[in-house]
Each structure stands twice: as C-alpha cells, then as structure tokens.
T-cell receptor, first 113, second 112 residues
Framework: EPEVTQTPSHQVTQMGQEVILRCVPI?????FYWYRQILGQKVEFLVS????????KSEIFDDQFSVERPDGSNFTLKIRSTKLEDSAMYFC???????????FGQGTRLTVV | QKEVEQNSGPLSVPEGAIASLNCTYS??????FFWYRQYSGKSPELIMS????GDKEDGRFTAQLNKASQYVSLLIRDSQPSDSATYLC????????????FGKGTHLIIQP
C-alpha cells in the first residue's frame, strides 16, 4: 500500500541552527502539506504545496519556514533559525485532489535544545 | 476563525460496546470531514471520510454528518482494546488547497 515516508524520525538541533525535514509523498498525489503538533496540543496546518509552489499557508508559517520540491519525489520543510518553541512533531501529508483524503507520514520529532 | 471542538475525554467504554465520538465545527462553509485515529507518539491514521449529510458505514465504523447542526460523529461498534487511542476530527473548508482544521481529539479507552 502506498505511504508517505518522512526522514529523519527524530532530529535534535541547537537553537539557532537550520534544519531540513524530508518527505516522500504518495507517488500519484498532487498536493503536499506540512502540519505541526506540539506535545499535548492539536495538529496544526502549516502549508500546502501544489504545482511547485505554495498554495496556502497558515499564520504559523512565517519567514523562518520554507518548503521546496527539489526533485520529482522529495518534499522538504526548512526551518532557518530554530527556536525552542519549534520543538514539535512535524507531519507531512499528501492528497490526490484538494478535497480527498489526506494520508500522513510517520512524522519527524524535532527537539530544539 | 475556523474551530473544531471535541470533548477531550477520556471516554471509557467496555469492550464489545459502542463508542460514540462527537465533533462540532464553526465554519458553515466546511465541505469535507474526516476522522483520524492517533496512538500516542504516532501520526494520524485515516479512519473515514464523509462529505454529505447522513451516515456512512465502513466495517465497525459509522460516520454521521449533520451540516445543519454543524455536527459530525463517529460510532465504533464492537469496541476492541486496540481501539484505545485519541480520535481526531478534521474539517476542510472550501475546495482549495487549504489544510485540515483539527480538533484536539477525544481520548478513548476500551476497558477489557
């Protein structure tokens, strides 16, 4: 069964460092998403991506964040200068169309120290 | 402001009984509705989607949607201990590429 894969599963970084989280969406899906879940809180939408550009972004997705599809399979989230409050689980998801079911990767746990 | 509300629980249900999970949403423009299951430390796992008023059944799961009341529910029949998890209600507003708005989830405990 096709699935979304994310790497790494866990990343520890020092405050102020840059991190790149990687995702391989389901191959025939067209829309890609990043979500964040701070421990004990709800899953929050960050950004959606279609046709090699950002479609929508939330208030959380400020200038320290960027997304990219560097090749035909990978989809990345870059956090430029990490802060303690960026510590969270980051989930990648993909959908075939805009209103179809979203499938989530297993997540990357980011810990900023 | 899009809001999705769920009772956080815990909701405790005996094994074999029906578990009923509820969700309300604020935006009347919401078009797509999803239930996800999330085990502790894991990612959301899709259970069901529902797009139109009424009931939708899939195995032991039934989703119910009432757009007039802005209410979505999930029934789990013949509850099993493995159903113990947090159940997330997620709503999508409109037909664009905006993301899902999630509730905080209901923690369900199935007692053997």
């Amino acid at each position: 069964e096709p699935e979304v894969t994310q790497t790494p599963s866990h990343q520890v970084t020092q405050m102020g460092q840059e991190v790149i989280l990687r995702c391989v969406p389901i191959s025939n899906h067209l829309y890609f998403y990043w979500y964040r879940q701070i421990l004990g809180q709800k899953v929050e939408f960050l950004v959606s991506f279609y046709n090699n550009e950002i479609s929508e972004k939330s208030e959380i997705f400020d200038d320290q964040f960027s997304v990219e599809r560097p090749d035909g399979s990978n989809f990345t989230l870059k956090i430029r200068s990490t802060k303690l409050e960026d510590s969270a689980m980051y989930f990648c998801a993909s959908t075939r169309h805009t209103n179809t079911e979203a499938f989530f990767g297993q997540g990357t746990r980011l810990t900023v120290v | 402001q899009k809001e999705v509300e769920q009772n956080s629980g815990p909701l405790s249900v005996p094994e074999g009984a029906i578990a009923s999970l509820n969700c309300t949403y604020s935006d009347r423009g919401s078009q797509s509705f999803f239930w996800y299951r999330q085990y502790s430390g894991k990612s959301p796992e899709l259970i069901m989607s529902i797009y139109s008023n009424g009931d939708k059944e899939d195995g032991r799961f039934t989703a119910q949607l009432n757009k007039a009341s802005q209410y979505v529910s999930l029934l789990i029949r013949d509850s099993q201990p493995s159903d113990s998890a947090t159940y997330l209600c997620a709503v999508k507003v409109g037909g664009g590429a905006d993301g899902l708005t999630f509730g905080k989830g209901t923690h369900l405990i199935i007692q053997p």
